[in-house]
């Protein structure tokens, strides 16, 4: 991940998750990191980088990060 990576919570309405995947993103050196530092306490989260071509270029990484796993309930 680009250093000022920025990240995109589902549900955006969980500000209790929004603030973990704050505070693991500003000390996660990758994706990876990101996720183990996460699934202790969401268990089903799933982290997605942006692919670089679904930017306009020299943007930090964008991190999609979805607590049960996916946009939409189960």
């Not at 955006?12 to 603030?19: I, L, P, Q, T, W």
Request: aromatic share 10%; hydrophobic share 45%.
């Amino acid at each position: 991940m680009t250093e000022g990576a920025s990240a995109r919570c589902y549900p955006a309405d969980d500000s209790e998750f929004a603030a973990d995947v704050h505070a693991a993103l500003s000390v996660a050196p990758d994706e990876g990191a990101l996720l183990q530092m996460l699934i202790w306490k969401y268990p089903h989260v799933r982290v997605v980088v942006r692919d670089s071509w679904a930017g306009l270029g020299g943007e930090p990484d964008v991190v999609y990060c979805y607590r049960n796993g996916s946009l939409l309930a189960a």
